[in-house]
């Protein structure tokens, strides 16, 4: 396996030679034997370990694991602890969907503050082969059918070639220690479901069925790469920026056979979700509109032209002093000192008040407005996005206030706490502060 995948190396990451690189390692036999691979290869690399602390001592025995193999092989690594499931419950996500967005943050975080060049994953084709299965499952296009990429950005998944029989053969082979995550015997979760007892149906009827998927999947790539070519192409006969503007010829559009496919790879990135409403405007009076989040789709004569919401709006401001206990205008607030923290939510949050000036400000959001997600390690984020993420509609982004210390944002008022105020273990004066029904 070292050779093929110094060749796979060689062939299709040619680029990754001399640089950086942070191996994302959970201690599980995949993440283990990718790390041990890179290392017979004499590449720059240093491990990151995330501990979820959702399993107990189990998730703290992985840590001590990858603490100790890094030592023990003079190896960099980087350790951070999450509270998943208060984040997960917080901000009312599932506790995979937290963890990912977790993860990621802070490995993006490293790449900039110890000058790391690309995250690398031990993502391999069996994991391919479920991925697509879960998307198949739950209905998808031909984009969910085209698996994990090998790179997206700056993510590296140099694993995808190889079974996870391979990896298991490498590991014995080079008596390569890991370990067992006993959730992945639970069938708790889908992915468990399709690994223990979906896939190994396939591969009694067929013993090269993750062969033979690959070789599916790639033809599937193909048609992709061949769809998103004809998109372009047609794109440019079709649309035309003007200023902020796009408009869509109508008449060029009734031409194609298909025209309902093509608006729709032009217009899902937008946030659209209406598209019988979107399909129905190509033959609609003039001044009919579809609306997403953020942008409106108009029938205006021979165009259909998709322009940006005018989010921005007058800024209005309002003062809190530091003796305030209670703002009542434009919403309600109310300010206490605490010895502790108590329950946090979207509508409570504690601050360190040493961190504070005052007087603070209470004011409407500004487009290009950027703030730091609580949990995220300084990550910045634009509250647009913010938004987008919530699926918040036009109305609930117009009645959004933010609170802010010196023009620096303190909370997102009932949605997100800023990273930069938390209550830290040198706190000693914290303010709790409450939106009031």
């Not at 933010?402 to 004066?429: A, H, M, P």
Request: aromatic share 12%; hydrophobic share 40%; charged share 25%.
């Amino acid at each position: 396996m070292l050779q093929k995948f110094q060749d796979h190396l060689l062939n299709n990451f040619q680029f990754l030679n001399n640089k950086k690189l942070l191996l994302a390692t959970s201690g599980g036999i995949d993440s283990m034997v990718m790390v041990h691979l890179f290392q017979q290869l004499n590449y720059k690399i240093a491990i990151a370990h995330c501990n979820f602390q959702l399993r107990g001592v189990e998730s703290f025995e992985d840590q001590n694991f990858i603490q100790d193999y890094a030592a023990a092989n003079n190896v960099a690594v980087f350790i951070t602890q999450f509270d998943t499931v208060a984040f997960a419950d917080d901000y009312k996500l599932s506790t995979q969907v937290a963890a990912r967005e977790l993860r990621y943050n802070w490995f993006y975080e490293l790449l900039d503050t110890k000058k790391y060049d690309y995250i690398v994953t031990a993502h391999h084709a069996d994991d391919n082969l479920e991925t697509f299965l879960i998307n198949l499952s739950r209905g998808t296009g031909l984009d969910g059918l085209t698996g994990i990429p090998e790179q997206n950005e700056k993510i590296i998944r140099p694993l995808l070639e190889f079974s996870q029989q391979e990896i298991e053969n490498y590991a014995a082979i080079n008596t390569i220690q890991w370990r067992e995550d006993s959730s992945n015997a639970s069938d708790k979760y889908l992915r468990n479901k399709i690994r223990h007892h979906l896939i190994p149906i396939f591969k009694e009827i067929n013993p090269n069925f993750l062969s033979s998927f690959q070789k599916t999947q790639n033809y599937l790539q193909e048609a992709a790469d061949m769809v998103e070519d004809a998109t372009i192409m047609i794109y440019q006969q079709v649309a035309k920026q003007e200023e902020e503007n796009i408009k869509f010829d109508l008449k060029q559009l009734k031409k194609l056979p298909n025209y309902k496919s093509y608006l729709y790879r032009w217009l899902h990135e937008f946030g659209f979700t209406a598209w019988n409403d979107i399909y129905d405007l190509v033959n609609n009076q003039s001044g009919k509109q579809v609306f997403s989040s953020e942008f409106r789709l108009l029938k205006d004569r021979e165009f259909l032209i998709l322009s940006p919401l005018d989010l921005e709006k007058k800024i209005q401001e309002y003062f809190i002093e530091k003796d305030q206990k209670v703002v009542n205008i434009p919403l309600k607030l109310s300010f206490h000192n605490v010895a502790a923290l108590s329950s946090v939510s979207n509508k409570t949050i504690f601050v360190d008040s040493n961190k504070l000036q005052f007087p603070l400000t209470l004011r409407s959001w500004n487009k290009g407005d950027q703030f730091q997600p609580f949990g995220m390690n300084g990550k910045s984020k634009k509250i647009s996005k913010l938004f987008k993420d919530e699926k918040l509609s036009l109305l609930d982004k117009e009645n959004t206030w933010l609170l802010c210390s010196n023009n620096t944002i303190v909370w997102i008022v009932g949605l997100r706490q800023d990273e930069r105020f938390k209550i830290e273990n040198t706190t000693r004066n914290i303010l709790k502060i409450q939106l009031e029904e």
